[in-house]
């Protein structure tokens, strides 16, 4: 009799993986999809001056005409677009207390020191102002990003809380996870959100947390 698990696998019996990068080949990405439902829900908090990590493509997709300034962080100087140069776990340039929200998608995974970089992000944020960060839970890697700035975390909806709690204060943070075992396949397969059902895609399982997003305010 043919063991079970033979069966089982089928078509994912294989060690490469079904198409290549994050599934952006054949449409939205898996974890673009939860990125944009928590922006999305959160969207009246990216107002006023807004800072967005190499690019502004969501502070104007979600800010739209709350926005009156849209400023781009990027590490080094390969970013034409960039209006701030900065290195988030040691950037003393900066002033204090400048921006409403920081859209910081994508960005902590490559940091290394992400205590200093949250701590740079809770200084540079104005009282009252908004951080909306996402990070992986459950994801192949970025060789792009790995072999430029590195590549070294993966979160847990905890370990993410905990991170932000210790400058924010606990009390001023929410985190949720996304995504199930179905979804973090798809995902890891390089499949795109198109490819799933809403409720699929909805269903969260705290087990496979494939995507966590962390909204967190500065007291006042
Ligand atoms: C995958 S991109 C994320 C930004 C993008 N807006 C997104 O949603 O995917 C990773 C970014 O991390 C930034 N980055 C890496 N190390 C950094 C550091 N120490 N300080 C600030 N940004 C950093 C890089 O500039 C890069 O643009």
């Not at 994508?106 to 205590?115: N, S």
């Not at 009252?128 to 590549?151: C, F, H, K, N």
Request: hydrophobic share 35%.
């Amino acid at each position: 009799m043919t063991a079970p698990t033979a069966l089982e696998l089928g078509d994912l019996r294989r060690v490469t993986p079904i198409d290549g990068g994050f599934g952006q080949g054949r449409g939205k990405p898996v974890d673009r999809h939860y990125i944009e439902a928590f922006l999305r829900r959160h969207a009246l908090d990216i107002r006023g001056r807004v800072l967005e990590v190499a690019e502004d493509t969501y502070t104007q997709l979600f800010g739209g005409s709350r926005v009156t300034q849209r400023d781009i962080l990027h590490v080094d100087e390969s970013n034409p677009r960039a209006t701030l140069i900065a290195d988030l776990a040691d950037a003393d340039d900066v002033p204090s207390d400048s921006f409403d929200c920081f859209v910081c998608t994508q960005t902590l995974t490559y940091i290394y020191d992400v205590p200093g970089a949250v701590a740079t992000i809770h200084r540079i944020l104005k009282p009252g102002g908004v951080l909306l960060a996402t990070v992986p839970g459950i994801s192949q890697m970025s060789p792009y990003d790995r072999d430029r700035w590195g590549e070294y975390w993966r979160f847990t909806a905890q370990s993410l809380g905990r991170r932000l709690g210790e400058s924010f204060g606990s009390e001023n943070v929410t985190v949720e996870s996304y995504g199930n075992v179905l979804a973090s396949t798809a995902f890891l397969q390089s499949l795109c959100a198109g490819g799933l059902r809403r409720d699929e895609l909805d269903h969260r399982d705290q087990r496979y947390q494939m995507l966590l997003a962390g909204r967190a305010v500065k007291a006042k």
